[in-house]
């Protein structure tokens, strides 16, 4: 049975300081990294395979060819081979283009694939779209913010646990499916010196655009129906003020006069 | 070609500027520090003060010099601080003036220095090891961005357009320690393994006298003479001579003591000689290249087996460890239990769950290069009858974090416990020796650790610096007479490190709690010399009363 996990390597942004000056964030020594929520969907598939024979972990990535780093970790956690989709006509690709080229590649290389797992998103865009869009490409159902992801004995059948904002729910659907992962109590795992060292000699094939056969207008930047316009960091919020030292009703005498100087409240309002 | 400077044994003092003492940032009454800046009578060691009149914030040297200048005229002593991060209680004024050295916290320059091929910084006393860190990572400096100096400026944009990454190699646990006081305890680290104590970093320094002036100690340029004497020519026409002990010191880390040997240069007297001979303002340390790491986690079946496996990498000269350290199995047993009750306050994969040690140790790696040593390092294991599968390795920067905190986590862990059982029994706190012996008694070290701790029933771990035959072995009493045992049994320890020509302090340092295990090292002649040291250069003991020295006074 194959699982196909789709990752994606961004820079570690958890690590990024800003310029002061210019309020940018600086790039110098800025490394990139597995997409941690990637990380958590492939470790879904490994906890699959660790419990059940015959599963086979394909690590699907698109991106520059360094991208082939995320593929790397992939491997060295437990994934049996990667792929990894390169080419400059991909380049620029929205998250629609994205989606297109990356089902385009299961369809082609993994076509017998039962389960699509993601990342809920990735921490560089936030966006939360290619899983979902991958899904409706290749007409599959999909469950979202999985925090716990098992397969039936008879692997027919996914049960999930979907995080929602008051707990949990626990879904179930047929395979083939799309799962999305999200973090919930999980702790990365860290591969062994033997993880490690296995990893290296396991297998990444690369994918030209030639590969697909698709046409070049639906690839990259012109295949994209979004384009970043501008990117810049959201506005500083103004310091708040903070009214102590008062006697209460001085202190609401003094919050009263401020809302009326602001104009959010009127004088007759009293 | 570099200039040649020729070296001497004579060091000429210089005056500072002065300011107006009254103007000097200043809390005065006991009360008032205890009530207001209570964090100013203790450090890391807990040990609390009980008397001091006066804090001081000086802003600049001359504040500085000035201040020292008007404490030697009422004879008041000072007792200098910086982040009090120490374990011994060398910041923890035992009566007159704490002077804090906060303000201080500048770095001043970047440079490259042609003849030695290497980038320095000078900063000032109080700038954090993080701090630094931060800065070099980011390439931003913000004092340098302001320097109007022309040279500064070229020689810091130089820097930021250098495209390789620098650090600086000395890495106390504790980030927030001042790069001073590493300086004046000669700090070090788990990297200590791989690139020395601060010590071996350290190319120049600003030393404050007891008489408000100043040496600018360059390394390289004042040696001792043969008669190991050094003279020191202060503004006034008077010469301070100098005798450097005689002793020698033991072939392992060590902060116990004066640093001496023949013909040493001046500069590592004051490295290491916890503030009481003069007070470090500014210092020059030399930065390096870095390298992408590989750590790795490395779980054994015994202690035994855990120490066997250091011998063995400590032998394999293809392989160059910046550090190798050690979990003992009862360390593990304590981690797993804090990781059963909570798995994320861990933030690491499970523990094995059955009793285990392990080897924690980090190595150059380019996940883009050779893999040679990875499969050396794998045939090395293996033949030590470990387990390659049962290990962790990391190298992406946020995994090396990840394994760092990992590592902090069972001193913190320990403390936490000490911490609970202090509610119940006050007079409880924690041993933690600091023992280190030359490579060839490391096993009977360890040996003695474990049927002394074992014998008396002792609730214990060990962990830390393996790789220097450091490890440290803390003792968690559960009674008054469970600590009484433990420190009969650290005394023990110390002697027999003394005895396998070991140091009873290979970091921490001796400040106000250790003297005792300083007697174990040294003769009362020894003892002697070094005083003499401590009288020529501060006669009247205003500096750092009762660090390494008992408080003649108290």
């Given at each position: 049975m194959q699982i196909v996990v789709c990752v994606k390597h961004v820079p570690d942004v958890t690590n990024v300081q800003v310029d002061p000056k210019t309020g940018t964030l600086v790039r110098e020594g800025v490394r990139s990294i597995l997409n941690p929520f990637c990380e958590y969907a492939l470790d879904q598939a490994v906890h699959i395979a660790e419990n059940m024979s015959g599963v086979e972990i394909i690590a699907l990535t698109m991106g520059p060819p360094q991208a082939g780093d995320a593929l790397m970790r992939c491997l060295e956690l437990g994934a049996d081979r990667g792929i990894l989709v390169t080419d400059r006509k991909f380049a620029g690709a929205d998250t629609w283009a994205t989606a297109y080229t990356l089902a385009e590649v299961i369809r082609r290389i993994v076509p017998g694939f039962k389960l699509i797992l993601t990342g809920k998103q990735a921490i560089d865009g936030d966006t939360a779209q290619v899983g979902p869009e991958i899904a409706e490409i290749l007409n599959l159902p999909q469950i979202t913010y999985a925090t716990a992801v098992t397969l039936s004995s008879s692997m027919r059948q996914v049960r999930v646990r979907q995080e929602v904002e008051r707990g949990y729910e626990v879904l179930e659907c047929n395979l083939p499916a799309l799962v999305t992962v999200s973090r919930g109590d999980m702790v990365r795992r860290a591969p062994s010196l033997e993880s490690l060292l296995a990893g290296r000699k396991k297998p990444i094939e690369v994918v030209k655009a030639s590969d697909l056969g698709l046409p070049e207008s639906s690839l990259g930047l012109q295949g994209s129906y979004t384009q970043v316009v501008k990117i810049f960091p959201p506005a500083t919020r103004q310091a708040s003020r903070l009214v102590s030292g008062l006697e209460a009703g001085d202190a609401a005498r003094e919050i009263y006069d401020y809302l009326t100087e602001q104009h959010f409240l009127d004088k007759g309002d009293n | 070609m570099p200039e040649l400077v020729p070296v001497t044994h004579e060091i000429h003092a210089k005056p500072a500027l002065f300011a107006e003492f009254q103007q000097i940032r200043r809390v005065e009454g006991f009360e008032n520090i205890r009530s207001e800046y209570p964090g100013y009578l203790s450090d890391e060691s807990k040990l609390a003060s009980r008397s001091a009149d006066l804090l001081f914030f000086p802003k600049n040297e001359a504040e500085l010099s000035t201040l020292i200048r008007e404490m030697a005229r009422q004879k008041v002593p000072m007792t200098f601080a910086g982040a009090r991060t120490g374990l011994v209680g060398g910041s923890v004024p035992a009566r007159g003036a704490v002077v804090s050295l906060?303000?201080?916290?500048?770095?001043?320059s970047i440079g490259y220095d042609e003849p030695y091929a290497e980038w320095r910084v000078v900063a000032q006393a109080s700038v954090s090891l993080k701090a630094l860190g931060s800065m070099l990572n980011a390439r931003h400096v913000p004092s340098l961005e302001r320097t109007a100096e022309p040279d500064q400026k070229a020689q810091y944009e130089r820097f930021k357009a250098d495209k390789v990454a620098y650090f600086y190699p000395p890495d106390p646990t504790e980030t927030s320690a001042t790069l001073g006081g590493s300086v004046v305890t000669n700090a070090s680290g788990a990297r200590t393994y791989r690139y020395g104590p601060t010590r071996n970093w350290v190319r120049s320094l600003r030393v404050f006298l007891a008489n408000g002036e100043y040496l600018d100690v360059p390394r390289g340029r004042y040696f001792a003479d043969a008669q190991g004497n050094f003279l020191v020519h202060l503004t006034s026409g008077k010469v301070i001579e100098l005798t450097i002990p005689d002793y020698s010191l033991p072939r392992t880390k060590c902060t116990a003591g004066f640093f001496t040997e023949?013909?040493?240069?001046?500069i590592d007297l004051f490295i290491g000689s916890e503030g009481v001979l003069g007070v470090v303002t500014q210092v020059e340390v030399a930065l390096m290249r870095e390298e992408s790491k590989l750590s790795m986690v490395q779980f054994v079946d015994s202690d035994d087996e855990a120490v066997k496996l250091t011998s063995r990498l400590r032998q394999e000269r293809n392989l160059t460890l910046d550090f190798l350290e050690f979990y003992s199995a009862n360390a593990l047993s304590l981690l797993r239990k804090v990781q059963q009750e909570a798995p994320s306050s861990v933030g690491m994969p499970f523990l094995p769950a059955e009793k285990v040690s392990a080897i924690f140790f980090e190595m150059s790696y380019d996940p883009h290069g050779d893999h040679q040593p990875l499969e050396l390092l794998e045939k090395l294991i293996t033949e030590c009858g470990?387990?390659?599968?049962?290990s962790w390795v990391a190298y992406e920067p946020r995994e090396l974090d990840r394994f760092k905190v990992f590592r902090h986590l069972l001193p913190e862990t320990v403390n936490a416990i000490i911490a609970e059982r202090k509610k119940n029994i006050p007079g409880l706190y924690k041993l933690g020796t600091d023992l280190a012996v030359p490579d060839e008694y490391l096993a009977d070290l360890w040996h003695l650790y474990q049927t002394t701790c074992d014998g008396l029933g002792l609730e214990w771990v060990a962990f830390g610096h393996i790789g220097n035959n450091h490890i440290h072995v803390n003792i968690l009493p559960r009674t008054i007479e469970e600590q009484q045992a433990g420190l009969a049994a650290y005394e023990t320890f110390a002697r027999q490190a003394v005895a396998w020509s070991g140091s009873v302090s290979a970091e921490h340092g001796i400040g106000k709690i250790k003297q005792k295990f300083l007697r174990l090292m040294y003769s009362e002649d020894q003892m002697a010399q070094m005083k003499h040291v401590k009288d020529a250069l501060d006669p009247d003991g205003l500096f750092n009363p009762g660090d390494i020295f008992p408080d003649e006074v108290a």
């Open positions: - | 906060e303000c201080f916290d500048q770095v001043t023949p013909g040493m240069d001046l470990a387990d390659p599968a049962r």
